[in-house]
């Protein structure tokens, strides 16, 4: 069964609009989640990441929003370019798992963002 | 929801010896699979397609012959490790999108750990 899921496969959004992508997860031992950018013919490349111990974490024009309780966390992109066209994943983790020092990765279905120009 | 399998979870070998990675869609059918082979820093480096029926697609930089990878049906993409050594030492991934040409929406297993002595 999918434990962090992306249920939106896609989204369009109007250049200098803010976009925000949705994650829910159902594990809630994950402790620490991570936003992925991936483009076509490429691995994903690390974006964004919190930690439970925080609701949010900003880092230049992306933000991630983590609620707990609703074991759900958001991405913000505001403003919204046309670079930013890409698949977006969600991923969580827990704590102590990790392979060499990465992060053992569960994985969202993706998210198709489309910019607008 | 779909879900993507991977066996082993991890395995440690001699250098030297070949290792076999099996990634499954279980309840899909996928035509095209990916490998992903974990780096610092978050990221995963696509390493090939994986085309049921035909030759898999090797990404720049890929030995071809070190990483053979056969898609034997619709529901099986395997990957092989040739003679292996302790820098092959990796988290190795695997994703599958669920049906059509469309690569977007992704599955991803669960990884595989290979450790190489």
């Known amino acids: 069964d999918q434990q962090v899921k992306q249920n939106s496969p896609s989204l369009s959004v109007q250049e200098g609009r803010i976009s925000i992508l949705n994650c829910d997860y159902t594990?809630?031992?994950?402790?620490?989640f991570l936003w992925y950018k991936k483009y076509p013919a490429e691995g994903p490349t690390f974006l964004i990441s919190i930690s439970s111990i925080k609701d949010k974490n900003e880092d230049g024009r992306f933000t991630v929003f983590l609620n707990k309780s609703a074991k759900h966390l958001s991405l913000h992109i505001v403003p919204s370019q046309p670079g930013d066209s890409a698949v977006y994943f969600c991923?969580?983790?827990?704590?102590?798992?990790?392979?060499?020092?990465?992060?053992?990765?569960?994985f969202g279905t993706g998210t198709r963002l489309t910019i607008i120009p | 929801g779909a879900v993507v399998s991977q066996h082993p979870s991890r395995v440690i070998c001699k250098s030297g010896t070949s290792v076999k990675i099996e990634c499954r869609s279980l309840?899909?059918?996928?035509?095209?699979m990916f490998w992903y082979r974990q780096f610092p820093k978050q990221s995963l480096m696509l390493m090939a397609t994986?085309?049921?029926?035909?030759?898999?697609?090797?990404e720049q930089g890929v030995e071809k012959d070190k990483f053979l990878i056969n898609h034997a049906s619709l529901t099986l993409s395997t990957l092989t490790v040739t003679s292996a050594h302790p820098e092959d030492s990796s988290f190795y991934i695997c994703?599958?999108?669920?049906?059509?040409?469309?690569?977007?929406?992704?599955?991803f297993g669960p990884g595989t750990r290979l450790t190489v002595l």
């Open positions: 309840d899909f059918q996928a035509t095209t």
């Open positions: 994703s599958a999108p669920p049906s059509g040409p469309s690569t977007d929406t992704q599955y």
């Open positions: 991923a969580a983790s827990l704590a102590g798992e990790t392979n060499f020092g990465n992060e053992k990765l569960t």
């Open positions: 594990n809630s031992m994950f402790d620490y």
């Open positions: 994986s085309n049921e029926g035909s030759k898999a697609t090797y």
